[in-house]
């Protein structure tokens, strides 16, 4: 692999300024180097080979046939330098901390709002609060207990928060899977690097989830509630329920019986469940609280979660700080919870409910992301330097018709890293998306899933559009080190 033809417009995630090799990548840079064309292409289709073989699937609605495709996997990882990551840890903790406990503010005394640090007016608008939730107080005081942060890096370097994903966050499993791949292809770099590992993500998540139980000392029973086969992340789904050896089960599946407590249907008969990790959407979890006609929900599911009888991840309502506009007071939470500086800087926004913001989103959309407020997957947005005059003007009135669902973002200029090509390695942007599991203990996954954009120039890096994925390598520069003393004194 020729580096020597290899630029970038931006910060390069393995590759300097001056053509070397950063320090973390510099093992990788070298070992890759030392590879034919040949080679690379048949470690790529093996790697290729692997995903379809594991069926590592997600389902792209963008070409508008909605189908199941085979996720991209790019052969060259991401790296990262441990020392930098243990910072990145610490500020995703503290995120979590101040976000859990503004959750819980919500749906209790609200005193953000009466202390005029959140606006009441957000609050009301929300399409993400649940009255019904009001007043309960779930176990640990957990509100998120897994969240999926999206992390960017911009030309200077600066690593930013982008947005949280508190409501139903996926990718996981392809973060697991890609790691499975990377060591198949890349044995030998595994035996010599000192690569952090992922692995431990399923038995951490069992962990969170069976501490959660209402029936504490006994094995909990904890079931993974999926919309079906048809669901974009079904992949996911099945992955995570047999990776914690626990039940896969749909809305039918499950019952509340008279005693409130849920119930699983089995050959052997009714089973009490303790724990549901739900990945169903909030309002069609109960058709008795929610969408009445809802059939991928448990009838009573709320009724039996508000006695206390089963415990729910994450708990309904917690969306509500799963909001493009509720992004932008993060650190103003961290300072009013937790009385302290925000560790991870978040993206510059612009709130289009507030007129001066708005004012200047509207002169400036040519070159502002405008995104709406309770979108995913890279839906519903404006690349306002990419877009048509057509586009621009469109997105200025639905600003204006609804500020409250706009905010505004600058077009970072995203780091890059390489991908193989045909014509040797190219630079795509790309974006990294860590877990995050909170409880008593808060755990962060080494590194996370790095998603790239896998159309030259394209900041479009979801996998619901066309995105692909790398492996994330948290590297130990110290360990490296010390094993390049031994084997030289070897």
Known sequence: MDWAKYRTTTYDELIQADGQARPAARRLVEYLSGLSGREIAERQLAADVVARVQGITFTVYSDGRNVDRTLPFDLIPRVIPRSEWERTEAGLKQRMQALNLFIGDIYGPQRIVKDKVFPAMLLKDSVNFRPQCVGIRPPLGVWAHICGSDLVRDADGTLYALEDNLRIPSGVSYMLEN???AKRVFPELFETSSILPVDEYPSQLYDTLAALSPRPGDTPVIALLTPGVFNSAYFEHAYLAQAMGIELVEGSDLFVADDDCTYMRTVYGPQRVDVVYRRVDDLFLDPEVFHPDSVLGVPGLIRSWRAGKVALANAPGAGVADDKVVFA???????????????????????????????????HIDELVVKPANESGGYGMLIGPRATKRERDKFRKLIEANPRNYMAQPTLSLSTAPIVTDKGPSPRHLDLRPFILSREDTYVTTGGLTRVAMVPGSLVVNSSQGGGAKDTWVVDLDDEAELGALARSA
Do not use: F, G, T, W
């Open 179 to 181: 790691r499975m791949v």
């Open 329 to 363: 007071y993060v650190p103003k939470m961290i300072r009013y919870y937790l009385d302290e500086e925000p560790i991870l800087p978040n993206v510059p926004s612009y709130l289009c409910h507030n007129a001066k913001d708005r004012k200047y989103v509207l002169e």
